[in-house]
């Protein structure tokens, strides 16, 4: 059934876009698909007992409620996600737990507690190269461009893409350079 949930969710990300009228908010096009999926990775949830599945399946929550406009949910769930990979001692996993937990305290307004989770993804990851670290500056860089630190967010994203042209993932270098475009024109 996890395989199941996972095919569902690289289906119903086609639906997702960044607002421009919202700071590049993640949105989607089809809120009724992601409650399907919900409905499905909560009877999941409630059936595991393994610790990683459970990591995995809060993660996959708080995303899409935070992505439905829901980020009270979503941050229950990502503080849980991040509990667990902080008792497995899964550095990466905590770096990515600690990526969603920020977007989903943006999302509810409070940016600058945001950053600090942010900055604490970058920590965690400094002095070894950990393939979030472009994830880490693209989200703090959106954070910022909320506080309007423009310079500021439009460093975070230069740094974001550079790190994303060495992966070679086209549609992660497009997303960074429309954060980049949309900063230049504030």
């Known amino acids: 059934m996890l395989n199941e949930l996972k095919e569902k969710l690289a289906e119903i ?3 997702i876009y960044m607002d421009v009228t919202d ?3 993640e949105k989607t096009s089809d809120v009724g698909a ?35 406009g829901v980020p009270e949910k979503a941050i229950t769930h990502l503080t849980e996600s991040l509990a667990i990979a902080r008792e497995t001692k899964d550095v990466p996993r905590e ?7 920020g977007e989903a305290v943006k999302y509810a307004l409070r940016q600058n507690e945001a950053l600090a989770l ?13 393939k979030y670290m472009d994830f880490a500056l693209q989200h703090k860089g959106k954070c910022l461009l909320e506080l309007e630190r ?3 967010a439009e460093n975070s994203f230069l740094e974001a893409l550079r790190l994303r042209k060495e992966k070679g993932d086209q549609p992660l270098i497009d997303s960074t350079q429309l954060a980049i475009d949309f900063v230049e024109n504030k």
């Open 118 to 130: 942010f900055d604490e993804a970058l920590e965690k990851g400094e002095g070894e190269a950990h």
């Open 13 to 15: 990300s086609k639906y």
């Open 34 to 68: 992601f409650q399907e999926v919900i409905r499905n990775a909560t009877v999941l949830l409630d059936k595991t007992e393994d610790e990683m599945e459970r990591q995995f399946l809060l993660g996959t929550l708080g995303n899409l409620n935070r992505i439905i």
């Open 150 to 152: 423009y310079e500021e």
């Open 95 to 101: 770096i990515a737990a600690l990526i969603r937990l």
């Open 23 to 25: 700071n590049l908010h």
